[in-house]
């Protein structure tokens, strides 16, 4: 068969697949009650579109060739990060750039045949921006925002039911509190309207507006929406799983939340978006609810609001600079001219390990975003918003092999005007994603002031310790029942915890400290113990008598 012939035949295969997954999802809305028609459409037709450009979508989606690092301003170098494990790399030479072909090669460092940093966005370094200070009418700059928090997510990776922002955190305040807090201080002192909306998902929705009851005399009006619900797709059939719109019993594992991309799309059809606008809203601050950094800096806002250009970005993504811990996150880069995130998803296979380096892309994207609403309205009317497919592979409890088609919010960023990438502090980036990030922010590494966590003072380094405890305490309940209280961690680099161990009471670890219990073997660090650049191995029972 010649090229064309195999071609035409391929088309017609996929033609006549997305005409059954069309048959597919017909059936499935005959399944929805009136109540649920409306969205249940709303979320097939977006599955739809997702799942054609799926079909058509051959190769990699960005052209190596074509990736350079993004121009920093005047040439200013990235400042370290404030909390990173590792030092920050040395300054690189940009390797000299031949006038041949440099298909497949990075772009790095100053060059002559680089186009010049005023034609395209930039990287600026958050001290610049934080150097401006801030006008007197700064409460006028914050009525003009909107705090949307990404609340889709389970606990189940850290062994909790329900939704993850419930999970408590610190002095019993879960992720929720925390937010809700940070936002009413905000609006107390500055006597300001700032509301606070959650995107929630269909698994954490029904939870969420039940405790939501608690914070009803709280000085922040708060707002939920929820993402959409896409099928899930067998991996051989290349079909639906669902069969009908139920998502409960057996059909649970059908359905999934298709990644918080879908946020443009579900905020436009929720009605908030509009709503916000009538009222005099400018931009949206998104984050996740798990990243305890991520609260609204008056700064960024300010120069988003008052450009010292005149012209007003569209688009902000805070960015900080890599450790090696960070060396899989997805990475801001110049791409024919625009600002565009890169995840290790999209990169070449020969390349990965170039996009892994620190030194070549010294910065990644921390999922603090700060967007222009009348942008979103606009380009989703236009159907402008462009974000590449993440692919997401699983397994469901039965053994079916699934896929998942899901988008990054962050991707959108080469879709709006005038996109800017700020280096911010770590400080700003402090998620939450394991019982070892957990064990960090309920030390006394931190205080809590307003719902907002800081470095203590009393710490002589800026930087946060590299801990990691094993598989013995992956779930909440396992990892406080083996901590009688927090140890003072003031004075840690680095914590490695293996095996069946449990810490007394006012435990203070300092410098390096690896304790690995052996299979069948525990160890019990006593109270009021100090461990300092100790290995413990072995055996050490403490016995009550």
């Not at 035409?8 to 059954?20: A, G, P």
């Not at 905020?267 to 009538?278: I, K, P």
Request: with cysteine; aromatic share 8%.
């Amino acid at each position: 068969m010649s090229q064309d012939g195999a071609s035409q035949f391929q088309e017609v295969i996929l033609q006549e697949l997305e005409l059954s997954v069309k048959k597919e999802l017909e059936k499935i809305l005959t399944t929805a009650t009136s109540h649920e028609f409306e969205h249940t459409k709303k979320d097939l037709d977006g599955f739809r579109k997702l799942y054609h450009r799926f079909l058509q979508e051959k190769g990699p989606s960005v052209d190596w060739g074509k990736i350079q690092r993004p121009p920093e301003d005047s040439d200013f170098c990235l400042l370290p990060a404030t909390a990173s494990h590792f030092p920050p790399p040395p300054p690189i030479k940009s390797p000299p750039i031949s006038s041949k072909s440099n298909q497949g090669s990075l772009i790095c460092g100053k060059s002559k045949d680089r186009p010049p940093p005023s034609r395209f966005s930039k990287i600026q370094p958050y001290e610049k921006i934080k150097a401006r200070g801030l006008p007197d009418n700064i409460s006028s700059v914050l009525n003009k925002l909107v705090v949307v928090k990404l609340n889709g997510g389970l606990g189940t990776s850290m062994g909790c039911k329900g939704p993850k922002s419930l999970i408590g955190v610190r002095n019993e305040n879960t992720f929720l509190d925390l937010t809700v807090q940070q936002i009413e201080h905000l609006n107390k002192t500055y006597n300001t309207d700032v509301p606070l909306v959650l995107m929630n998902s269909f698994n954490t929705d029904e939870d969420t507006k039940k405790i939501l009851q608690k914070y009803n005399h709280c000085r922040v009006k708060i707002y939920t929406f929820n993402q959409s619900r896409y099928p899930r797709i067998n991996k051989e059939s290349l079909l639906p799983v669902a069969k009908d719109v139920s998502y409960s019993g057996e059909s649970t594992e059908a359905w999934y939340p298709p990644g918080h991309g879908d946020i443009y799309a579900s905020f436009y059809n929720s009605g908030l978006l509009d709503t916000f606008l009538e009222e005099g809203k400018e931009y949206i601050f998104v984050s996740n609810i798990d990243n305890l950094g991520a609260t609204v800096d008056l700064y960024i806002l300010n120069h988003l609001m008052n450009p010292p250009n005149g012209k007003r970005c569209e688009f902000v993504m805070e960015v900080t600079n890599k450790t090696r811990a960070d060396v899989k996150g997805g990475t801001l880069t110049q791409y024919e001219g625009k600002l565009r995130l890169v995840e290790i998803a999209q990169v070449p296979k020969a390349h990965v390990d170039e996009f892994k380096s620190v030194s070549k892309f010294k910065i990644f994207n921390t999922n603090n975003l700060w967007i222009s609403l009348a942008a979103v309205k606009r380009l989703q009317e236009q159907n402008a918003i462009d974000m590449e497919i993440i692919v997401n592979p699983k397994t469901l409890d039965g053994g079916l092999n699934v896929i998942q088609l899901e988008t990054a919010v962050g991707a959108a960023i080469k879709s709006f005007e005038n996109s800017l990438g700020i280096n911010v502090p770590r400080s700003r980036f402090l998620p939450v994603k394991t019982t070892s990030d957990l064990l960090l922010v309920m030390s006394n590494l931190y205080s809590l002031n307003a719902g907002s966590l800081t470095m203590s003072e009393k710490r002589e380094f800026p930087t946060v310790p590299l801990v990691k405890l094993g598989s013995s305490f992956t779930k909440v309940q396992d990892y406080l029942r083996r901590f009688e209280s927090i140890p003072d961690m003031l004075e840690l680099d680095h914590l490695t915890v293996s095996g069946d161990v449990t810490f007394g009471k006012n435990v203070s670890l300092k410098g390096t400290v690896i304790i690995i219990a052996n299979h069948g073997d525990r160890i019990d660090i006593p109270p009021g113990a100090v461990l300092e650049n100790k290995i413990v191995s072995g055996n050490l029972r403490i016995l009550d008598h």
